[in-house]
């Protein structure tokens, strides 16, 4: 299992972090393993999004740190897109914008960059979509199409905050395999999930609760206790009675 710490993506240590006066993360230490997946477990509010938040730089913490063993920008892909519903946007110009941290955004995209977003759109079997609106889509569509926004980044570490909520079985499968293709292709993959059947798939698993690291380690051993309890295969399970 590949957690020691030179085999790290990313170390955080001792990380504090609050909105306002309100501390949600007190204290969290732990290593994201390097060229694997790793999923963030735990009850709504638990601090997953928070974390995701803080190792992709765009939450500052109070205190404590973030390595990162690579210096390139991290790929964040959110539960909601930055992009509003308003904004006139097909989705294979949303899917160009990951490509914005490579080219910058007035430079024309090249070959190589349409034919990294065309392979995204096929990957996530959207490229019957590209021409729609993406404020027209589906909730499932739209995931599928932040999704292919994030891997269109190339990025060495890929965080997505629970990529697979609220879509049907076929485009969870979907998102698997392409999640479990990057990693096997030496890209960090970090995701936030409620699935238990997609958390037992992992290579490492972080437990928060109520802004705390509980656990880390395999995910059959961090999650015995969770598993236990609410009966497997389960997709709801009660991660903060472990
Ligand atoms: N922008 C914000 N302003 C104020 N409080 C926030 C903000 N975002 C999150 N919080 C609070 O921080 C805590 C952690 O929230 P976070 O979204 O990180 O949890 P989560 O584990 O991702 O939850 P969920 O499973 O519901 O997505 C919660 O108490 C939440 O209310």
Known sequence: MPHRSEDAEVVVRRLVVAYGHRAVLHGVTAR???????????????????????????????SGTVERRDAG?????TQRSTVPDTLPITVREAVSMGRWARRGMWRRLSRTDRAMVHECLTRLGIQDLAARQ???????????????????????LLLLDEP?????TKARE??????????????TVV????????????????LLRDGSLAA?????????????????PGTEPEWAAS
């Open 32 to 62: 994201i393993p390097r060229a694997a997946s790793t999923v963030v477990v735990g009850h709504n509010g638990s601090g997953k999004s928070t974390l995701l938040g803080a190792i992709a730089g765009v939450v500052r913490p109070v």
């Open 216 to 232: 880390e380690g395999p995910p059959a051993d961090v999650l015995r206790a969770v598993r236990n309890r609410a009966g497997f």
């Open 164 to 168: 697979t909520a609220g879509l049907d």
């Open 134 to 156: 993406l404020g027209e889509l589906s909730g499932g569509q739209r995931q599928r199409a932040l999704v292919a926004q994030g891997l269109a980044q190339e990025s060495d």
């Open 191 to 206: 995701q936030a999930t409620h699935d238990l059947t997609e958390a037992l798939r992992a290579d490492h698993c972080l």
């Open 174 to 187: 979907c998102i698997a395999e392409v999640l479990a293709e990057v990693t096997a292709r030496g890209t």
């Open 73 to 77: 920008r991290p790929a964040l892909v």
